[in-house]
């Protein structure tokens, strides 16, 4: 089955860098995604990983994927108090026919200036 | 990019009473559009998936008479929550695929609608 989960809170200082760690159950995945939600605002895309890769880097922001443990990572480099907000992970299944994406239960990420 | 558009972002309503929330694809066609629940502090957990000109599909749980969705055109999909309940308070978002620009199954949100029951 389906099942997706991260931690639930992160707090850093400004200008560390935060990494925020999901796991996920399915090993048919085919992609992994991280979305940002600020309060009382809808899901900002940051990235997504194909299954078949291990690393994506997209200016601040780099995602590890091990697949054989099923462990999805986010980096944020220098971390700003902006990057205050819940990260989601959220994964795509192959051949469900549903093509919606699983969420995970979101990461509260906290920046202390 | 894609930008898709969700009205309205809140609504308090009296208990009883019927509430539709509308989520527009501005510069795509959608042929799929995705409805999320969210109660605060958790996440978000898929309701149904609306089909344009087609029943929606419904997750184990939710009630299809209760929350109505209709998927009349490629750029707009609605969900009215029926006869509401202070129980049926949350935040709602709904989500698509720009199915032509898209391998990587990258769902657009808008912005969430909460809606508040008395």
């Known amino acids: 089955g389906e099942d997706v989960e991260q931690s639930l809170f992160l707090s850093v200082r400004e200008g560390d860098s935060s990494v925020i760690n999901c796991t996920y159950t399915d090993s048919s995945s085919t992609y992994l995604y991280w979305y940002k939600q600020e309060p009382g605002a809808g899901l900002q895309l940051l990235t997504y990983?194909?299954?078949?890769?291990d690393m994506k880097q997209d200016q601040r922001l780099t995602v590890l994927l091990n697949k054989k443990d099923k462990h999805l990572s986010l980096r944020i480099a220098d971390t700003q108090t902006g990057d205050s907000a819940i990260y989601f992970c959220a994964e795509s299944i192959r051949d469900t026919g549903r093509r919606a994406l699983t969420f995970g239960s979101g990461t509260r990420l906290q920046v202390q200036p | 990019g894609a930008v898709v558009s969700q009205h309205p972002s809140w609504v308090i309503c009296k208990s009883g009473t019927s509430v539709k929330i509308e989520c527009r694809s501005l510069d795509f066609q959608a042929t799929t559009m995705f409805w999320y629940r969210q109660f605060p502090k958790q996440s978000l957990m898929l309701m149904a998936t609306s089909n344009e000109g087609s029943k929606a599909t419904y997750e184990q749980g939710v009630e299809k008479d209760k929350f109505l969705i209709n998927h009349a055109s490629l750029t707009l999909s609605t969900l009215t929550v029926t006869s509401a309940h202070p129980e049926d308070s949350s935040f709602y978002i709904c989500?698509?695929?720009?199915?032509?620009?898209?391998?990587?199954?990258?769902?657009?949100f808008g912005a969430g609608s909460r809606l508040t029951v008395l």
């Open positions: 990983i194909f299954s078949n890769m």
């Open positions: 989500s698509a695929r720009d199915g032509q620009a898209n391998g990587a199954n990258v769902l657009t």
